[in-house]
C-alpha cells in the first residue's frame, strides 16, 4: 500500500475546508542561495499550500524567459543538487507540514545518481516529483524507485492529452495531476476558465487525483477564477518574475523577499474566496 504523503494529508484538509490549493514555484538558488533560502521559508506564511522546487538546469525546454533567466542566475550563484536538497531539509527544520515538490529535468537527476537522489531527497523531506522529460514509458528509470521510496510522481497532462493518452499518463501518477492548461512554454499565455472547466472534467473521467492548474497565471483575480474550476492552481513564472524585479544589477536586495510574499498573498486571497 502506497504510503500516505504530506501532499495526500495537505490536499485532504484543503477538500474537507471547501477550498482550493495554492501552489507556488520558485527557483532553488534564485537569486542566490541565502535568498531562494528566505524565500522558501516564507512561502507557506504567505499562503501558500504547496511549494514547487525548481531544480535549476541549463536547458530547460519547457520553460519561458522568466524561469530559463532564474536557471541561469541560479547556476551562476552556484546552486547545485547538493545544495538544492540541503535546502529542503533545512526549510524542514522549521517546517514539517507543508509539502515540497521538486520539479525539473532528468538530467541532473541522472548526473546526481538515480538510487542516490533517491534517497537523499527522501531524507531531505521531498515529498514529490515533477520530471518534465521522462515520458510514462520510462517509468522504470525514476517514477517506480521514487514510488517505492514514499515520493509522489506527479504528471503533466497538456490539452493535447486525448482520452487515449490520458490513462498511460496517470498509471503511476500519484499526489496530483498538474495540468498545463496552455500549449507552449511557461509564462506565456494563460488558459480561460470555462476551458479549464472542461479539461479537469475530463482528466476526472479517468482520474480521482486532485487537479492542479498551471502556465500563464500572474495574478490574484487570474487564480480565482481557475481556483473555481480545479483542485488547486500553480503559479510559477510571476513569482519567478517578482524575484527578477526585485533584483538590483542582478543582486538581490531588501524587497526580494516582500516582494514574492506580497504576490503570493494575493494569489492565496484569490483562491481562498473562490468558492462561497
Request: charged share 20%; proline share 7%; glycine share 8%.
Amino acid at each position: 500500500m502506497r504510503p500516505v504523503t504530506r501532499i495526500d494529508t495537505r490536499l485532504a484538509k484543503l477538500k474537507a475546508e471547501g477550498r482550493a490549493a495554492l501552489v507556488t514555484f520558485v527557483t532553488a538558488g534564485d537569486p542566490d542561495p541565502d535568498t531562494s533560502l528566505s524565500i522558501l521559508k516564507a512561502l507557506p506564511g504567505a499562503g501558500a499550500d504547496i511549494i514547487e522546487f525548481g531544480m535549476p538546469f541549463s536547458d530547460p525546454m519547457a520553460e519561458g524567459p522568466p524561469i530559463q533567466a532564474a536557471d541561469i542566475r541560479a547556476l551562476q550563484a552556484g546552486q547545485t543538487m547538493v545544495r538544492t536538497l540541503d535546502m529542503v531539509r533545512a526549510f524542514r527544520a522549521g517546517d514539517n507540514d507543508t509539502p515540497i515538490v521538486l520539479m525539473g529535468y532528468y538530467n541532473p537527476i541522472y548526473i546526481y545518481g538515480v538510487a542516490r537522489f533517491v534517497a537523499d531527497a527522501k531524507a531531505a523531506g521531498v515529498d514529490g516529483l515533477i520530471v518534465v522529460d521522462l515520458p510514462p514509458e520510462e517509468d522504470d528509470e525514476l517514477c517506480l524507485p521514487a514510488i517505492e521510496a514514499g515520493i509522489s510522481f506527479i504528471r503533466l497532462a497538456t490539452p493535447t492529452s486525448d482520452d487515449k493518452r490520458l490513462p498511460t499518463l496517470i498509471r503511476n501518477t500519484s499526489g496530483f495531476i498538474y495540468y498545463v492548461s496552455v500549449l507552449g512554454v511557461t509564462g506565456v499565455k494563460s488558459a480561460a476558465a470555462t476551458d479549464v472547466a472542461a479539461a479537469v472534467a475530463r482528466i476526472h473521467r479517468h482520474s480521482d487525483l486532485p487537479v492542479m492548474v498551471g502556465f500563464g497565471v500572474k495574478t490574484g483575480e487570474q487564480a480565482k477564477a481557475i481556483a473555481a474550476a480545479a483542485e488547486g492552481v500553480v503559479v510559477g513564472s510571476a513569482i519567478v518574475n517578482a524575484v527578477r524585479d526585485s533584483l538590483d544589477d542582478g543582486k538581490a536586495t531588501a524587497r526580494t523577499v516582500p516582494a514574492v510574499t506580497a504576490l503570493v498573498a494575493d494569489l492565496a486571497r484569490g483562491v481562498r474566496t473562490a468558492r462561497p
